[in-house]
């Protein structure tokens, strides 16, 4: 009985604190650009050295969507729409979520 009490009361902190908690608020802009019939979300994740993260959206995996591109290419693509500097191919790394991550010059 003590017990099963004390998790009652743990339970009711805890549901408790959770109406108190703020809204988690990206501290970064994301841009959307259109890129080859699709859309990606860029945003920038690093500022020494300068990286963004490139993420297309999968249209909830419409299978009728427009034909299959090459995705390295509208990444590198999407980078350089939304910020106006160009990716450094080099840098250019995909993780396992499909989020492409590179430096970007801007001469």
Do not use: H
């Not at 703020?22 to 500022?47: G, H, I, L, N």
């Not at 999968?58 to 995705?71: D, H, I, K």
């Not at 290419?73 to 106006?84: K, W």
């Amino acid at each position: 009985m003590v017990l099963r009490g004390s998790m009652l009361a743990l339970a009711a902190t805890v549901g408790l604190t959770a109406f108190q908690a703020t809204p988690v608020v990206a501290k970064e802009e994301t841009k959307q650009v259109f890129v080859m019939s699709r859309t990606w979300a860029v945003t920038q994740v690093s500022d020494a050295p300068v990286v963004y993260r490139a993420t297309r959206d999968n249209n909830n995996l419409n299978p009728f969507g427009p034909p299959p591109r090459l995705r390295t290419l509208q990444a590198a693509t999407a980078i350089q729409q939304a910020t106006g500097c160009r990716p450094i191919v080099g840098s250019m790394y995909q993780n396992i979520s499909g989020q492409f991550f590179s430096q970007v010059s801007c001469n």
